[in-house]
Nanobody, 124 residues
């Protein structure tokens, strides 16, 4: 089992930045692929970004491409999501997810482990 804990959410004005962290504990080898998803009120959970263990492969949703950057520090068992140029449409609960299997994982069904989420609110 692996436990994922997100942090770094909060309230920010449009155009501002936040950095989310996802700290893994337990069987961290199960975090070969780690992704971020988000869910806005009344909407389905959607893919934001993922990164592989080596960090050599990343992928982003079109809505965040060029504004968000995913990275990881395996020595700290932590994955980050740097969010710049935030918009009110980015307001959501952001979830970290992980899976031990290799692959391109942009669907929530691809992930076995989930964190509890952190709220991001962007004011206009």
């Amino acid at each position: 089992q692996v436990q994922l804990v997100e942090s770094g959410g909060g309230l920010v004005q449009a155009g501002g930045s936040l950095r989310l962290s996802c700290a893994a504990s337990g069987r961290v080898s199960s975090t070969y692929v780690t992704g971020w998803f988000r869910q806005a009120p009344g909407k389905e959970r959607e893919f934001v970004a993922f990164i592989t263990w080596s960090g050599t492969m990343t992928s982003y949703a079109d809505s965040v491409k060029g504004r968000f950057t995913i990275s990881r520090d395996n020595a700290k068992n932590t994955v980050y999501l740097q969010m710049n140029s935030l918009k009110p449409d980015d307001t959501a609960v952001y979830y970290c997810a992980a899976d031990p299997q290799r692959g391109l994982k942009s669907s929530q069904n691809d992930y076995n482990y989930w964190g509890q989420g952190t709220q991001v609110t962007v004011s206009s």
